[in-house]
């Protein structure tokens, strides 16, 4: 009875180590699930975005349409054209879509395979870490520029003024 207990007992313990690792991926793999229908979604509101410009343009584009037919110049090459660079247009955003999906795809396959303790993958970290520095030294640079220039120019203010009233304190 002792050792089918403990056969039974390691057999538990064996299922209860997978069921932890597992429940480690599926957490893993809802966290990837979430960056990319953020990525998405994203997406999607630029698409959106097109799209509205895209018919703000067509809005635009009938008035000037009316206006040269009802002068009687003939506005069907150029409709043509218009429409053909329209299709190409919609064609060259399917095609970038289809392109920003594979890329995305690819990320998040690479992400699920990548080994934290992969040295790449660590000097990769240290290159982001940087690279985020940098842009935030960069931006507080123009920050302080900015200012710098706000305070000479006010400088410049407070210089002529101070001239003025001496002059017309000499006057």
Known sequence: ???????????????????????????????????????????????????????????????L?????????????????????AESLDGQLARMCGDLKEVIEHLNSTARTQDSRDPVHQIGKVLNAHMDSLQWIDSSALAVERKLGEVTRLAEVQKRDNERLQRSMLE
Do not use: C
């Not at 349409?65 to 660079?85: F, H, I, K, P």
């Open 1 to 63: 009875m002792e050792k089918v207990f403990l056969n039974q007992a390691t057999m538990v313990n064996a299922w209860d180590q997978m069921l932890i690792k597992n429940g480690a991926k599926i957490v893993s793999l809802n966290e990837s699930v979430a960056a990319v229908r953020t990525d998405q979604q994203r997406l999607e509101h630029e698409l959106d975005f097109v799209a509205s410009q895209q018919a703000e343009l067509e809005e635009a584009l009938q008035p």
């Open 65 to 85: 349409e009316a206006s040269l037919s009802a002068s009687g110049q003939t506005v069907d090459s150029e409709r043509e054209r218009t429409y053909a660079l």
